[in-house]
Structures are given as structure tokens and as C-alpha cells.
């Protein structure tokens, strides 16, 4: 998780609390053997992924870190403005006299 506030939502959204202590979060379960272990999902279920995810759908957390860190959009690193060569690609001379037309990545001249 790229921050607390997702954590709290999913382990919310799984039915685990989270009780805020001095010396930070702690996750606190139902206690083994109790009626409220018995009935809770994550440890009564059985042992295995759950065949489809109901959490809500949304950005992961952490690309959106990242993309935040990078100063960049996910399209701009779908389509190749994060990647190094890009760059040295852009502004090496080429044989051709193609139109140069500005690109969306980050303004750099691209030929057409």
C-alpha cells in the first residue's frame, strides 16, 4: 500500500479493525476460539484466494505514488516519455527531411 489511509480501507473492507495505539496502528483480530473468530470472513474462510476480488475498484495507491514522484501521468509512461532513450532518440539527426511535430511526452520534437 502506498499509504495508510489505503491499508485502512481494505483491512476495513475485510472486516479488520485497526485501533490506533501509542506507538502507532495495530491490526487486532478476533481472539482464537471465540464466537466472533468463528463468524469472522478472513479467518473462518477457507484457505485460499477468493475466486474475485468485491474490494471497489480504483487507482492503485502505489503507481499513483509513483506517478506522482515522477511528475508524470500513466499515459506518458505508456507511451514511452519516461523511458531514457527517448531523449537521445528525439534529438539525434536523422537521414530523413520529415515534418517535426511536437509530441504530447513532455514537448519533445518527434517526426511524423
Known amino acids: 500500500f502506498a499509504g495508510e489511509s489505503h491499508a485502512r480501507s481494505f483491512l476495513a473492507f475485510h472486516g479488520v479493525?485497526?485501533?490506533?495505539?501509542?506507538?502507532?496502528?495495530?491490526v487486532v483480530?478476533?481472539?482464537?476460539?471465540?464466537?466472533?473468530a468463528a463468524q469472522h470472513?478472513?479467518?473462518a474462510g477457507p484457505n485460499r484466494m477468493p475466486e474475485r476480488c468485491e474490494f471497489p475498484k480504483g487507482a492503485?495507491?502505489?503507481l499513483v505514488a509513483k506517478f506522482e514522484a515522477l511528475g508524470m501521468s500513466r499515459a506518458d509512461i505508456v507511451f514511452g516519455c519516461a523511458d531514457p532513450i527517448y531523449e537521445a532518440l528525439a534529438?539525434?539527426?536523422t537521414e530523413t527531411t520529415a515534418e517535426v511535430e511536437t509530441d504530447a511526452c513532455a514537448d519533445e520534437p518527434q517526426e511524423s
Open 29 to 36: 483480530l478476533p481472539k482464537k476460539g471465540t464466537p466472533e
Open 41 to 43: 470472513p478472513l479467518l
Open 60 to 62: 492503485d495507491s502505489t
Open 17 to 26: 479493525r485497526v485501533v490506533d495505539q501509542g506507538n502507532g496502528p495495530v
Open 91 to 93: 534529438t539525434r539527426p
